[in-house]
């Protein structure tokens, strides 16, 4: 099993300019490429959207994939409100990344407002404030300009396993539904107890499901 630390995460990483979803799906088909098959790749979040983008850009790469809560921009669901995108932007090259955390957990994952106050207080934790938080607003910005790719999805010719948690914000299970609704091959598993983290917090009850699932659908 490989892990990808996908690219606007990574410290080590240039920015000279923008990441968008299709440098990190190219990042995902090089790995695929290089181990060879059989390829079973999961995606969590915007990493959902981007192991997406990767089965249609090199569909000879992988047997199959799963996501979690994929954050799709639809045009009838928009990820976000422009205004708040650029607010959050704002705040984080203002150099105070709790309040671009807080308008991010607010208003584009969709956690009460008191929660996203606190959250403030990871603004001062040094991994937060020069990676997670910056590359959490960038993975907005990113969304946005792809845009609506739910058209395109229905191109995936591969098995697609999709996976909610049953306390995550209404519009992730909702998004993840719009995108069951246009893929030719998917089944619905939801993780019970499980927010958006689930991948995280819920790992134990999450492995289960994949390897059913690999076993089901990639042939070793």
């Known amino acids: 099993m490989l892990r990808v630390t996908r690219r606007r995460y990574r410290a080590d990483a240039a920015r000279w300019r923008p990441v968008d979803v299709a440098d990190e799906a190219a990042d995902v088909v090089a790995v695929a490429r290089a181990v060879g098959g059989p390829c079973y790749v999961f995606g969590h979040s915007a990493g959902g959207v981007v192991a997406l983008e990767a089965a249609l850009a090199a569909p000879e790469c992988f047997d199959a994939l799963a996501v979690f809560e994929p954050a799709l921009d639809a045009a009838e669901l928009p990820l976000a409100d422009p205004a708040s995108t650029l607010a959050a ?68 010719g591969h098995h697609v396993l999709l996976v909610t948690g049953t306390k995550s914000p209404g519009h992730l299970r909702r998004r993840t539904e719009l995108l069951r609704q246009v893929l030719p091959s998917s089944d619905i598993r939801h993780i019970e107890g499980a927010g958006h983290t689930g991948p995280i917090r819920k790992a134990s009850e999450l492995a289960p499901v994949l390897l059913a699932d690999i076993g089901a659908h990639v042939s070793v």
């Open 89 to 156: 932007r704002r705040a984080l090259d203002g150099r105070r990344p709790g309040r671009a955390l807080e308008i991010f957990l607010r208003d584009m994952v969709g956690v009460p407002a008191s929660t996203a106050r606190l959250a403030r207080l990871l603004g001062l934790v040094p991994r937060f404030r020069s990676q997670l938080i910056p590359g959490q607003i960038g993975d907005v910005e990113a969304l946005e300009r792809l845009g609506d790719r739910l058209e395109a999805y229905r191109d995936i």
